[in-house]
């Protein structure tokens, strides 16, 4: 745990308390063991709006929501829960869990991998091959990694959340949520209403350019894992350089009107031609990529209120996310991009929660695979 300072540390006894958690999780292998492939779920974290120190997930599985817990910044997560995160990624351990305390609840975040994606394991006629497939290959001739994902809340003596997933999208909603929650919570500096890291520097004065939080949470092992295809576990991990901390992030957002960038805070900064980034006082010029006004202009001169067949709009979305990781490489180290946004469908609701997704700095990568 990471406890701020003036914050008394209890013993570890009295910090856990998690009742019926092995009894629990004997019961639920039982029933698990019954399941196919079609129980796989596509999982999402929500993060709300801080509120005095507190902080609500809610987690939903294929857009009907399961389970709200909280966690408070009295005993932070945020480190722990990225360390977790990176354990997954490099498969330290098959399963591990992180344990959360929140004012004597507690609660127990578990995953464990069930298929292993790994380099050298191609699937070919429905059988396995021991042969290393191109790079180009990864996304149609490697095993997926699929995890059980399963949560034990000592609040209700249960374990209210158990579902199979795919480990990347697993990680990305959980980790590109609370980044994208870090980013924009920079411009409500509100005491008492924000996070500890957003509201304060590290001597404990309130402050609008803190950037502790977003910079706490981010990694650069997991955004490679997001985006590097099926190749990505098990002994063939990248290396990547120091790079400095965040200190501004840029959306590229499509908005009718030619409007294509916008400061994490609100407000266009830019379109097709070229955006300002304050953090660096500069101006990325974008007029040698005719490609970016082409793609945008397709947007621009639909129909507002039409919508998209999803086929023509896919492929709109996969032209712009390759645009994007051009655009990234012309940013200072010190800017992250976010593009567009992520979409997960809510039950009975006609609307969906967007999240941007965070677009990797591929100059950071010394060697591709060790």
């Not at 091959?129 to 995890?147: F, H, L, M, V």
């Not at 609040?155 to 997933?165: A, D, E, L, Q, R």
């Not at 593009?339 to 809510?346: G, I």
Request: proline share 4%; glycine share 6%.
């Amino acid at each position: 745990m990471v406890f701020h300072q003036n914050f008394y540390k209890k013993e570890y006894y009295e910090n856990v308390s998690a009742p019926q958690w092995f009894e629990q999780r004997s019961k639920l292998y039982a029933e698990v063991a019954k399941w196919d492939s079609s129980h796989i779920k596509e999982i999402y974290f929500d993060f709300s709006e801080p509120d005095c120190g507190w902080m609500d997930i809610t987690i939903y599985l294929d857009g009907k929501r399961i389970h709200t817990f909280p966690i408070s910044q009295c005993f932070d997560p945020f480190f722990e829960m990225k360390v977790w995160m990176e354990d997954i990624v490099n498969d330290f351990k098959l399963g591990s869990d992180l344990y959360i305390e929140v004012d004597g609840r507690t609660i127990i975040m578990h995953y464990e991998h069930i298929c292993l994606a790994s380099l050298g394991c191609g699937v070919v006629n429905g059988y396995f091959e021991d042969k290393e497939p191109e790079w180009e290959e990864y996304d149609t001739n490697s095993c997926p990694d699929i995890g059980l994902f399963y949560l034990y809340d000592s609040g209700t003596k249960s374990i209210p959340v158990v579902c199979i997933c795919k480990t990347k999208q697993f990680l990305f909603s959980l980790y590109n949520g609370l980044l994208a929650y870090a980013a924009r919570s920079k411009s409500v500096p509100l005491i008492g209403k924000e996070w500890y890291y957003a509201d304060h520097d590290d001597d404990g004065n309130p402050t609008e350019n803190n950037w502790t939080l977003y910079n706490t949470i981010k990694s650069q092992l997991i955004e490679w894992n997001y985006d590097s295809g099926n190749a990505a576990y098990r002994h063939k991990r990248p290396q990547f350089k120091e790079v400095p901390p965040i200190t501004e992030t840029v959306h590229m957002w499509a908005e009718w009107g030619d409007g294509l960038f916008w400061h994490q805070r609100g407000g266009c900064c830019g379109n097709a031609e070229g955006f300002f980034v304050d953090a660096v006082d500069e101006r990325i010029d974008l007029s040698d990529l005719p490609e970016l006004r082409i793609w945008y202009d397709e947007f621009d001169n639909s129909d507002p209120c039409g919508e998209w067949e999803e086929n023509t709009f896919n492929s709109w979305f996969q032209r712009g996310w390759l645009l994007a990781k051009k655009v990234r490489k012309r940013l200072p180290e010190s800017v992250d991009l976010f593009y567009h946004w992520k979409a997960f469908k809510l039950e009975d609701n006609e609307w969906s929660k967007e999240i941007p997704i965070i677009v990797r700095d591929e100059r950071n990568i010394i060697k591709k695979r060790f």
